[in-house]
Structure formats: structure tokens, C-alpha cells
């Protein structure tokens, strides 16, 4: 056999190779319903954009919809599934009063979806393009979002603990749970300026201001004139309902004011004090501080290997028809 005949036989396997990789891992794809739903994006933009319009709440809604979603079971529209028993991911104590919004915005876009490409698009993507599309309706970034994700068969509030980030966390536990859904520690800090929209309950963050330890009954760490603005607004003993901006500067704006509010000792929770706190994190905060563009591409770049985390693909799960029950 020549040379060159030999090259070419070796370039073909390695081109079969990798298609047969292709196939076995079916990676999700930006034009994955390009011949199948070519408007997928445009119709949920449409009905993301009129929710927005009522309400803002749409926007943390929605976003922090998507982060618990993948978190649990991975990007696979569990978190949507309703139970009559009461037992499903969205019970668990720890879905951390997931505002309502978020789910309405998932399910009247799928039913915009469903009038057009009926059986095609998976609640999991419409998720995952959504969570897009209000970060770039309050300002945000606009990034490509892939698609290709399935629906998953498995939804258990007892599934829940321990797979969610604590507001209590200092930097390691944030890592660890960061890196265990293949993100890493700048991933994490930029997906933490998720904090520059939505609220929080009092009842997150109280101890900082009421029993952190006892000879300082105020977390020292906490900037002392937002230390009287919070107790202020949650008094002692208050109304667990009560909650408050996550970022009283500019709160329904996405922008890298989160950043700014941390290197005033303004993070809310000890899990935000501790990314400028932690000589390891600081650095990554400053320079997100004093660099909008770099904290919205590393957010974009986040954003889209959080929407990888677990990613069922291929003949894996299921194309819901009703993102909050399974098909069957
Ligand atoms: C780094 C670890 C994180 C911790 C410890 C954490 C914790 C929390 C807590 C305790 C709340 C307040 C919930 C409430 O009282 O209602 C909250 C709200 C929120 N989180 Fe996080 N979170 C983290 C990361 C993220 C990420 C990665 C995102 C999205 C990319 C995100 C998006 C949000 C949003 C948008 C809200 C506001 C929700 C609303 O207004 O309805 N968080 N988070
Ligand atoms: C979250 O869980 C609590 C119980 O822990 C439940 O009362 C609440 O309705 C749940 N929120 C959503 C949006 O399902
Ligand atoms: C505390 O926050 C205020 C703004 O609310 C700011 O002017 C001040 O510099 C901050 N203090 C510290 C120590 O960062």
C-alpha cells in the first residue's frame, strides 16, 4: 500500500472514529431544531417578553428556575413536574421558595410551542432558552443557548438534599458542589452575579444580622450602614414571608453591581461575603468589579456549561407534552 493511500484509510477511520463518538454522546447542538421547530426561540421569546412586561419577578423567577433545575437530576425539566402527593423536586424544603412566575413562564411557553412543532421541543429546553432570554430583557448578556436536551422520568423532592448551594457556605462547600456539576470556582463566582436581581426572606440571612456570634451579635464582615438597612427591613422575629432586594443598588438590572456591592462588604449571604473574603476568590470579584465585559462573557460562558450539567440526550427520557406532569 502507498503512502498517501495509507494516510487517506487513516484519516477515514479517524473521521468514522469520531462520528461514532458524535452519535454515542449526542451532543446538544444550537440548531438542533433548525428543521424540526425553526422558530422555537422567537415563539418563547415572545411569550417571555409578555410575561416580563407584567411582572418583573419573571426575570430571578426564571433564572434561578434553570440553576435549580440542572443542580438536581441535571438540566431536565424535573424541577417542573408536579405531584399530586406532594413528593416531587419542587417540594423539597430546599427548593427555596421557587417564586411561582418561573414555572407560568415555562408552561405558557410550552403551550406556545406545542401550537406550532407539537411533540418536539423539550420543557427542558424551553427552560434553558427562557433563562436566556430575561437575562438579556433586564440587560444582560445575550448568548447562544444549546438545545437538544430531554425531558427527564424522575422527580423526587428526597433527591434534593444536599444537591443545592446553602447561604451559609464559605468557599470550599461552594466549590465542592460547584465542581461536582463540572463548573469551576470562576464559573461559580460569575453565576453568583445571578444575585444582582431577585430578593431573598429575611429568614436567609438573619443570623448575620442577630446572632452571628456572642460577642458580636452582627456578622463584623456585613458593611455597617447596610448592617441598619437590613435589620431595618427584617426586624427580629419577623414575618417569614418578608424579603428584600439582593441588591439594593440596582435591583432589577442585570449588571455586575453584585460585584460592586461585595467589595463594599455588601454580599447578603455569608456564601457572597465569602467569594471576596477568600484571598483564592477575591481577585475574580475585583476584576468582574471593575470589568462588566469580562463578568458578562465569563456569566455567558457559565451559563452555558450549566446548561450542559446532565444534559439527557439522544432516546434518553422524553419530549413532555405537559411540562408539569409525564407523559405517561
Ligand atoms: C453560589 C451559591 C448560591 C447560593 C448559596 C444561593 C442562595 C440563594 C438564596 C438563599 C436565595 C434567596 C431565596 C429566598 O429567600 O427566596 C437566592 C435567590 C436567588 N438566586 Fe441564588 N444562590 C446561589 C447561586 C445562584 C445561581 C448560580 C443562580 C443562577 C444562575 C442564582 C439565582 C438566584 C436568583 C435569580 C434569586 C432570586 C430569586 C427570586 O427573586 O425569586 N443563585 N439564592
Ligand atoms: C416549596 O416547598 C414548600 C415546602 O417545603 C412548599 O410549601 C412550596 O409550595 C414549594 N414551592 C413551590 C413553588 O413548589
Ligand atoms: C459601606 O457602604 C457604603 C454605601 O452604602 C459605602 O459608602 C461605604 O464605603 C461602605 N463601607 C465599607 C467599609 O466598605
Not at 464559605?170 to 465542581?179: G, R, W, Y
Not at 439582593?246 to 456591592?261: E, L
Amino acid at each position: 500500500m502507498g503512502r498517501v493511500m495509507e494516510r487517506k484509510l487513516g484519516f477515514w477511520a479517524v473521521m468514522v472514529f469520531a462520528a461514532v463518538l458524535e452519535v454515542g454522546r449526542a451532543q446538544l447542538a444550537e440548531d438542533f431544531y433548525g428543521g424540526t421547530c425553526p422558530n422555537v426561540e422567537s415563539i418563547v421569546k415572545q411569550v417571555v417578553t409578555t410575561k416580563f412586561g407584567q411582572t418583573f419577578v419573571t426575570f430571578p423567577a426564571t433564572l434561578r428556575l434553570f440553576f435549580h433545575d440542572c443542580f438536581i437530576e441535571g438540566c431536565d425539566g424535573s424541577i417542573l413536574i408536579t405531584s399530586p402527593n406532594g413528593d416531587a423536586e419542587k417540594d423539597a424544603p430546599d427548593n427555596l421558595s421557587l417564586a411561582g412566575d418561573g414555572f407560568d413562564t415555562v408552561i405558557k411557553a410550552k403551550q406556545a410551542v406545542e401550537a406550532t412543532c407539537p411533540g418536539i421541543v423539550s420543557c427542558a429546553d424551553i427552560l434553558a432558552i427562557a433563562a436566556r432570554d430575561v437575562v438579556v430583557l433586564a440587560g444582560g448578556p445575550s448568548f447562544n443557548v444549546e438545545l437538544g436536551r430531554r425531558d427527564g422520568l424522575i422527580s423526587k423532592a428526597s433527591l434534593v438534599a444536599g444537591k443545592l448551594p446553602e447561604p451559609n457556605f464559605d468557599l470550599d462547600q461552594l466549590n465542592t458542589i460547584f465542581s461536582r456539576n463540572g463548573l469551576t470556582q470562576s464559573d461559580m463566582i460569575a453565576l453568583s452575579g445571578a444575585h444582582t436581581v431577585g430578593f431573598s426572606h429575611c429568614n436567609r440571612f438573619a443570623n448575620r444580622l442577630y446572632s452571628f456570634s456572642s460577642s458580636s451579635p452582627v456578622d463584623p464582615t456585613l458593611n455597617s450602614t447596610y448592617a441598619v438597612q437590613l435589620k431595618q427591613a427584617c426586624p427580629q422575629n419577623v414575618d417569614p414571608q418578608i424579603a428584600i432586594d439582593m441588591d439594593p443598588v440596582t435591583p432589577q438590572t442585570f449588571d455586575n453591581m453584585y460585584y460592586k456591592n461585595l467589595v463594599q462588604g455588601m454580599g447578603l449571604f455569608t456564601s457572597d461575603e465569602s467569594l471576596i473574603a477568600d484571598s483564592a476568590s477575591k481577585p475574580t470579584v475585583q476584576d468582574f468589579a471593575n470589568n462588566p465585559g469580562n463578568f458578562n462573557q465569563a456569566f455567558a460562558t457559565a451559563m452555558r456549561k450549566l446548561g450542559r450539567v446532565g444534559a439527557k440526550t439522544g432516546s434518553q427520557g422524553e419530549i413532555r407534552r405537559d411540562c408539569t406532569a409525564f407523559n405517561s
